[in-house]
Each structure stands twice: as C-alpha cells, then as structure tokens.
C-alpha cells in the first residue's frame, strides 16, 4: 500500500532541469504528463510504498522505470524522482519538487 491516499501525490512538480511535471488520478490509478514533451504521459502502478512503476506506452522501446516520491518532515509530498533505465537519456537526473 502506498504511504498517502493517491489524492495526496497529485499536483504540479518542477524542475531547474526540465520544467514541469504534473502527476493527476485517472480511471483511478496516478498518471505523469512530462508538461514540456506532451508524448511523455505514464501510468503509476503502485509497487512499493512510495514508489511506483512507469511505463510511457508511447515509446515502446524505454523499458519500465520508477517513480518515487519523498516526503518531508511532515509526510506530505515534497519530491518527486524519475528513474527510467535508458542508455540515451539519464532520468535519474530529473528531481522535481511540488509546487501545487
């Protein structure tokens, strides 16, 4: 079981690297839109405590990350971390932090 309520992860994150991300609840399940590479949209599968499985169906070729969230003193969402293993892009680079 995830840590939070899934409402709780929702919200608009940034980046100094990449910009904006926004992570939102559909068909009841977490989804990542990268805001600056629309193509860049994934399911979150929840798969252990505050980390979920990515998968961006829209290139097939990436194999399945993760996404985690850290959360601060307080246990509310403060992070978000990206890790896609991938030759040509390094996702583990991408830390955004909650915004909204």
């Known amino acids: 079981m995830p840590s939070l309520n899934l ?7 940034s980046g100094k690297l ?19 590479a629309p193509l860049f949209v994934g399911d979150l599968n929840h798969w252990h405590y505050d980390t ?14 993760k996404v985690s969230f850290v959360l601060d003193v307080k246990g ?10 991938n030759p040509d892009f390094d996702f583990t680079e991408l830390k955004f932090y909650k915004i909204k």
């Open 7 to 13: 409402e709780e992860y929702v919200g608009v994150y």
């Open 18 to 36: 990449y910009g904006d991300a926004e992570v939102s609840i559909s068909n009841g399940k977490l989804v990542v839109q990268l805001v600056p």
């Open 52 to 65: 979920f499985e990515v998968e961006f169906c829209n290139f097939p070729s990436l194999p399945k990350g």
């Open 76 to 85: 509310e969402v403060e992070e978000m971390r990206i890790d896609v293993p």
